[in-house]
Structures are given as structure tokens and as C-alpha cells.
């Protein structure tokens, strides 16, 4: 089951701060967050595991409401290097290592 | 060593070929994973090697052959493909549930068949 990702697209300046999001219909074990830039390998940012937590990687953080079966990637003071795709994966309850990714938020940072 | 290292970068193939893609990683994950990534979408997951022994086939059609002769060496084996297999085939590996351990991405093989 695909999770959903949104916004599609998201256009920055420099400084700026965004919010991608993530929600799954099923009870989720853990949520993933990868970024992509174009030509490259998709890159890990962080994991969140069920329980509810958030964490932290350098400007970049991330929540994991499991209630809502919701998570939440936070970009503060965007780089010009955070721009690329941002890809959620989640891991259904029950289906170990069957990462399904969402469709993605293409994230451009402008100087 | 921190890289799965995929091979071939390119390939092109018609519909008649078999060819071989082969993904190495000396890192000592025990799970590899194989995926698919059609341009401007999510990767999507193909098949997922445990401890060597195919443990998730995500009903992908048998013109795919997934095989992991070590636990460093993946391989997909290509065989009478469609025009429509044509993507970007990414390599993954983990230490072993993705539920604790990040999945670490080769840089892929893009395939065009023609």
C-alpha cells in the first residue's frame, strides 16, 4: 500500500523553511526518508520507528505521529543542496523490509 | 567501504537478449534488495535476499531472475524483456530488517530495451 506524500512540488528560496508529509491507511512499523537529486542514487536522511518520536539531522527533523499513521519531514533554513526529491517509505506492520515508497516531493531551493 | 557498486552504468538490449545486471557490496549487509524506478516516480521494490535465500518476490514476471551467489553479490538476470521494462534498476542493501537499518543505494543501472 503506497503511502501518501504531499505537496508534489515545492519552490524555496534560500533560508526558507518547508514541510513534506506522508500518511499511511495501514498501521505503519517504521517511516523512511530518502532524498533523490536527479541522476543519483536515492540517499537516507533518518528512520522513525512506531511509538511516536521525532528526530533530528542537522536542519533537517522529522516526526512520526502513530495514531495518525502520519509523518512529517521538516527542512529549516533550506540550502541550496537540499534540493532534490524526497521520497517517504514505510513499513507496514507485519511486512518486513517490504519498503513501499510514496510518489515523492520534488523540493527546488533558489538562490 | 560505505557503496553497493552497480554494473553495468547503461545497458540496451533488444527484446531477444539475456543479459546480466550485478550489484557488489563489501560492507557485510545481510539483506539486498532489488528495485525498479520508472523516471519521475518511486523507486519500487522487486525482490529482497535474506542471509542469501530470496525471502520477498513482489510478483514480478519471470523474465526477471534475481540471484545472490555470496553474501556480497547480487545479480538480476534480464531475458526476453518488454520495451516496457525499460527504467532505472537500483541495488540496495541493508544490515538486515529495514526496520532498524538504512537502506544504503547503488547508483543503478539505467536499461533500455529496445
Known amino acids: 500500500q503506497q503511502p501518501v506524500q504531499s505537496p508534489q512540488a515545492v519552490i524555496l528560496r534560500e533560508g526558507e523553511d518547508a514541510v513534506i508529509n506522508c500518511s499511511s491507511s495501514?498501521?505503519?512499523?517504521?517511516v523512511h526518508w530518502y532524498r533523490q537529486k536527479h541522476g543519483e542514487a536515492p540517499v537516507f536522511l533518518m528512520i522513525?520507528?512506531?511509538?511516536?518520536e521525532q528526530k533530528g539531522h542537522e536542519k533537517i527533523s522529522a516526526s512520526f505521529n502513530e495514531k495518525k499513521q502520519q509523518s512529517s519531514l521538516y527542512l529549516t533554513a533550506s540550502q541550496l543542496s537540499y534540493s532534490g526529491t524526497y521520497f517517504c517509505g514505510t513499513e507496514i506492520v507485519g511486512s518486513a523490509r517490504q519498503l513501499t515508497f510514496g510518489s515523492g516531493t520534488q523540493l527546488t531551493v533558489l538562490p | 567501504d560505505t557503496e553497493v557498486t552497480q554494473t553495468p552504468k547503461h545497458l540496451v538490449m533488444g527484446m531477444t537478449n539475456k543479459k546480466s545486471l550485478k550489484c557488489e557490496q563489501h560492507?557485510?549487509?545481510?539483506?539486498m534488495y532489488w528495485y525498479k524506478q520508472k523516471a519521475k516516480k518511486p523507486p519500487e521494490l522487486m525482490f529482497v535476499y535474506s542471509y542469501e535465500k530470496l525471502s520477498i518476490n513482489e510478483s514480478v514476471p519471470s523474465r526477471f531472475s534475481p540471484e545472490c551467489p555470496n553474501s556480497s553479490l547480487l545479480n538480476l538476470h534480464l531475458h526476453a524483456l518488454q520495451p516496457e521494462d525499460s527504467a532505472l534498476y537500483l541495488c540496495a542493501s541493508s544490515q538486515d530488517n529495514p526496520s532498524n537499518e538504512k537502506l544504503f543505494f547503488g547508483s543503478g543501472t539505467q536499461l533500455s530495451v529496445l
Open positions: 560492507m557485510g549487509h545481510r539483506a
Open positions: 495501514k498501521a505503519l512499523y517504521s
Open positions: 522513525l520507528l512506531k511509538g511516536g
